[in-house]
């Protein structure tokens, strides 16, 4: 079994790398990473109205292909980003006021060979589909080049990563930016203030019956102090997860230690884990503990959790059988290196005829970071945050050529292009949220990003 942050950096050479990285050893959530790079085909969907979902699709169409059950689960397929702007072509919802980066609203490979790490059972495989060629013997040897040129890559003497070198932004075309305190140059979009009251709004909104909850995020940004790449080894080693992921993007790399699932598909079986709630981790054991009761007993952060969980199964409803729609976890307490969270899980199989790309037109983006009812809380963010949200609430993961799928929930996630980081961080918002008690929680969660930024 390789190394993988040695893996990493030699992958990291090759075009569109990508890591799905279960930093945090969790036996049940967190048994694979999966490494891949050089696609057969990378393709992005900028940020209006064309169908993204619809492109994807038909990129997968003609490599549609059988799930071994004796691999790990990705086995070959298209991965990468689902930005959150991606909503904007499967829902009538405005776009940001101000987009200054451009991150596009999709962004993914055709991966068609994969080194995937079982952490559980300390064994490692390259998984080879053979595509693009489909006759049988010449995507045999096609299969047998691709897993001795990825062999090659592990064994390869590399220099460092360069940075990615693409066009600086100057300040000056920056939304307005507002110093806070951290690292040298860390600004918010936000003022604590204007965050506060933003807040409020969202909190009248609830009152007048528009929303019963919606998330609202602080963009965080600083300018970029060397490798994405490097960044991300930080941050795996500072704040392990276990929906992590690298991802180079071209004009631009993500750095995720994302602890949240948005759904996966295994074999037609639907699973969405969204997380609501959160408090501040400490180094005494006794205050901790403390901490997690309270959060257990918080009848603010359980109503939070369950109008998520209640809005996942009327999404999960639109492409499952409905008997089978069920809440198997409903406000566990899961804890993390800085934060523990209150966390649901909500199952279902699919109807016959359904796809993982149906379930996606179906739910995405996640509750979990939009809110409830989900379109008028996205249409509420957009007028309340200053900035888009780029690859921020969107997803990372793959749809197999097998059908099977696994994507993350963008938290926790530092964007980096064009000479800058950004890391926006936010919550859900109710009608008993207090605005300084919400404010403060963006920051709780902002601790193991800034810790990687020192």
């Given at each position: 079994?390789?190394?993988?942050?040695?893996?990493?950096?030699?992958?990291?050479?090759?075009?569109?790398?990508?890591?799905?990285?279960?930093?945090?050893?969790?036996?049940?959530?967190?048994?694979?990473?999966?490494l891949t790079a050089d696609p057969l085909e990378f393709f992005t969907v900028s940020a209006d109205r064309s169908d993204g979902l619809a492109l994807l699709d038909s990129k997968l169409?003609?490599?549609?292909?059988?799930?071994?059950?004796?691999?790990?689960?990705?086995?070959?397929?298209?991965?990468?980003?689902?930005?959150?702007?991606?909503?904007?072509?499967?829902?009538?919802?405005?776009?940001?006021?101000?987009?200054?980066?451009?991150?596009?609203?999709?962004?993914?490979?055709?991966?068609?060979?994969?080194?995937?790490?079982?952490?559980?059972?300390?064994?490692?495989?390259?998984?080879?589909?053979?595509?693009?060629?489909?006759?049988?013997?010449?995507?045999?040897?096609?299969?047998?080049?691709?897993?001795?040129?990825?062999?090659?890559?592990?064994?390869?003497?590399?220099?460092?990563?360069?940075?990615?070198?693409?066009?600086?932004?100057?300040?000056?075309?920056?939304?307005?930016?507002?110093?806070?305190?951290?690292?040298?140059?860390?600004?918010?979009?936000?003022?604590?203030?204007?965050?506060?009251?933003?807040?409020?709004?969202?909190?009248?909104?609830?009152?007048?019956?528009?929303?019963?909850?919606?998330?609202?995020?602080?963009?965080?940004?600083?300018?970029?102090?060397?490798?994405?790449?490097?960044?991300?080894?930080?941050?795996?080693?500072?704040?392990?997860?276990?929906?992590?992921?690298?991802?180079?993007?071209?004009?631009?790399?993500?750095?995720?230690?994302?602890?949240?699932?948005?759904?996966?598909?295994?074999?037609?079986?639907?699973?969405?884990?969204?997380?609501?709630?959160?408090?501040?981790?400490?180094?005494?054991?006794?205050?901790?503990?403390?901490?997690?009761?309270?959060?257990?007993?918080?009848?603010?952060?359980?109503?939070?959790?369950?109008?998520?969980?209640?809005?996942?199964?009327?999404?999960?409803?639109?492409?499952?059988?409905?008997?089978?729609?069920?809440?198997?976890?409903?406000?566990?307490?899961?804890?993390?290196?800085?934060?523990?969270?209150?966390?649901?899980?909500?199952?279902?199989?699919?109807?016959?005829?359904?796809?993982?790309?149906?379930?996606?037109?179906?739910?995405?983006?996640?509750?979990?970071?939009?809110?409830?009812?989900?379109?008028?809380?996205?249409?509420?963010?957009?007028?309340?945050?200053?900035?888009?949200?780029?690859?921020?609430?969107?997803?990372?993961?793959?749809?197999?050529?097998?059908?099977?799928?696994?994507?993350?929930?963008?938290?926790?996630?530092?964007?980096?292009?064009?000479?800058?980081?950004?890391?926006?961080?936010?919550?859900?918002?109710?009608?008993?949220?207090?605005?300084?008690?919400?404010?403060?929680?963006?920051?709780?969660?902002?601790?193991?990003?800034?810790?990687?930024?020192?």
């Amino acid at each position: 079994m390789p190394d993988l942050e040695a893996a990493l950096v030699r992958f990291a050479r090759q075009p569109h790398s990508l890591l799905l990285d279960s930093a945090l050893r969790d036996p049940t959530l967190g048994r694979y990473s999966f490494l891949t790079a050089d696609p057969l085909e990378f393709f992005t969907v900028s940020a209006d109205r064309s169908d993204g979902l619809a492109l994807l699709d038909s990129k997968l169409r003609p490599y549609r292909g059988e799930h071994r059950p004796d691999l790990p689960p990705f086995q070959g397929g298209a991965a990468g980003l689902l930005s959150y702007d991606l909503a904007r072509s499967l829902e009538r919802v405005p776009p940001a006021r101000i987009d200054e980066f451009g991150i596009p609203a999709l962004a993914m490979g055709l991966y068609d060979t994969v080194l995937a790490i079982d952490h559980l059972a300390h064994r490692a495989w390259i998984v080879s589909q053979g595509y693009p060629e489909t006759e049988p013997s010449r995507r045999a040897r096609r299969a047998r080049e691709r897993i001795a040129q990825f062999q090659a890559w592990l064994g390869e003497e590399v220099p460092p990563v360069l940075p990615a070198a693409n066009l600086p932004l100057s300040p000056e075309h920056l939304a307005s930016q507002f110093p806070v305190s951290g690292p040298a140059g860390l600004t918010s979009n936000f003022a604590p203030a204007d965050y506060l009251h933003a807040v409020q709004r969202a909190i009248d909104y609830i009152h007048a019956g528009d929303v019963f909850q919606v998330n609202l995020a602080q963009r965080l940004l600083v300018p970029a102090g060397g490798s994405a790449l490097d960044l991300y080894l930080r941050l795996r080693q500072c704040n392990p997860a276990t929906f992590a992921a690298w991802f180079d993007g071209g004009a631009f790399q993500l750095a995720s230690a994302s602890p949240e699932r948005f759904v996966s598909v295994q074999a037609g079986h639907v699973e969405a884990r969204p997380i609501k709630g959160t408090r501040r981790r400490t180094s005494w054991v006794e205050a901790d503990m403390f901490a997690g009761g309270d959060l257990l007993a918080s009848e603010k952060d359980r109503a939070e959790n369950v109008m998520i969980v209640d809005l996942l199964r009327n999404d999960l409803s639109r492409v499952c059988v409905a008997a089978s729609v069920r809440v198997t976890q409903l406000c566990g307490l899961e804890s993390y290196q800085f934060v523990q969270h209150l966390v649901s899980a909500v199952v279902g199989e699919l109807r016959p005829g359904q796809s993982a790309i149906d379930l996606l037109r179906g739910a995405f983006p996640g509750g979990s970071i939009t809110g409830a009812p989900k379109v008028r809380a996205m249409e509420i963010i957009a007028e309340l945050e200053p900035t888009a949200r780029g690859p921020y609430c969107g997803s990372i993961g793959y749809v197999g050529f097998d059908g099977w799928l696994d994507l993350s929930i963008l938290i926790r996630t530092i964007t980096a292009s064009r000479g800058w980081w950004q890391f926006p961080v936010g919550g859900g918002i109710v009608a008993q949220s207090v605005p300084r008690q919400e404010y403060e929680e963006t920051w709780h969660k902002a601790a193991g990003l800034l810790r990687a930024l020192r």
